[in-house]
T-cell receptor, first 113, second 113 residues
């Protein structure tokens, strides 16, 4: 099925550990995004990419890094995890100007203890 | 600062009635306004997009209105069904720059049989 695939679906990290979340899309979308969703805060944009090899900061970029080496993949890295990064992370992709909306993955639930 | 406001209280309605959800925004000049549905534990799913020069858009039982003077969008579900129970998110895309969506916090809709 065409869409956005996120791995892993669940992860528990200890404070200070690092990890990478992987997002893959097979719709040939130019744009890809990483959001986090917290209770009472809604979806907040972490980083985004407008094409292969490009990345840009969103609303809440601190503590995260991203890379888009291939058009279909967008990686989100946590170098030194903190409890404040406990959240549900969603990857999404779209065409330019999102005329057809964003396609979201099913999310990664991350707990940092 | 830019704000997108959706009613934080859940909307409870009876099956068969029309559900109306509100999205208000301030300090924003959106090119597009989008509505998404999110079920528990899942990623948001795109429903409808309306452009700034459009007053109304329909899709099956869904209708969206967009009033740029009032800075408000209304989302209607006619003949609501228990399967329509979910959280509905509105999202705005700016008039300039790259295509990144800013989301409201969502309103939960509960349709009882």
């Amino acid at each position: 099925n065409a869409g956005v695939t996120q791995t892993p679906k669940f992860r528990v990290l200890k404070t200070g550990q690092s990890m990478t979340l992987l997002c893959a899309q097979d719709m040939n979308h130019e744009y890809m995004y990483w959001y986090r969703q917290d209770p009472g805060m809604g979806l907040r944009l972490i980083h985004y990419s407008v094409g292969e090899g490009t990345t840009a900061k969103g609303e809440v970029p601190d503590g995260y890094n991203v890379s888009r080496l291939k058009k279909q993949n967008f990686l989100l890295g946590l170098e030194s995890a903190a409890p404040s990064q406990t959240s549900v992370y969603f990857c999404a992709s779209s065409y330019f100007r999102a005329n057809y909306g964003y396609t979201f993955g099913s999310g990664t639930r991350l707990t940092v203890v | 600062s830019q704000k997108i406001e959706q009613n934080s209280e859940a909307l409870n309605i009876q099956e068969g009635k029309t559900a109306t959800l509100t999205c208000n925004y301030t300090n924003y000049s959106p090119a597009y306004l989008q509505w998404y549905r999110q079920d528990p534990g899942r990623g948001p799913v795109f429903l409808l997009l309306i452009r700034e020069n459009e007053k109304e858009k329909r899709k099956e039982r869904l209708k969206v209105t967009f009033d740029t003077t009032l800075k408000q969008s209304l989302f209607h579900i006619t003949a609501s069904q228990p399967a329509d129970s979910a959280t509905y998110l509105c999202a705005l895309e700016p008039n300039s720059g790259y295509s990144t969506l800013t989301f409201g916090k969502g309103t939960m809709l509960l349709v009882s049989p």
